[in-house]
């Protein structure tokens, strides 16, 4: 907070344990991915909260390491639809922008 930098618990936008869970065990992306998609549509009412938060510099921090199988990545893509701003992924070299790789069908 000494720098200007808030953090925000959003746990509307976190993976749940049952779609979690099973992908620590069977490391199976693409059923994790399609299961946080289906829940992400539940969550409408917090899009646009976090559009809004957006709107100011921000960004949304995950422990995964790899923004391709992070659920951020998701969150931000259906935010990015509610109108917030474009999506980058930071790693420690580099800003990447958020091509809208294929989601899971």
Request: hydrophobic content about 35%; aromatic content about 10%; overall charge positive.
């Amino acid at each position: 907070s000494a720098h200007g930098i808030a953090y925000l618990h959003a746990p509307t936008l976190v993976c749940p344990k049952p779609i979690r869970n099973p992908y620590k065990t069977d490391s199976n992306w693409q059923t994790c991915t399609r299961e946080f998609l289906k829940y992400i549509q539940t969550q409408q009412a917090s899009l646009p909260e976090l559009v809004k938060i957006a709107q100011v510099p921000g960004l949304l921090v995950c422990f995964e390491a790899d923004y391709a199988t992070c659920h951020r990545t998701y969150d931000a893509r259906a935010a990015r639809q509610f109108g917030g701003p474009a999506v980058m992924h930071l790693n420690s070299k580099t800003a990447l922008p958020d091509f809208g790789f294929q989601q899971a069908g």
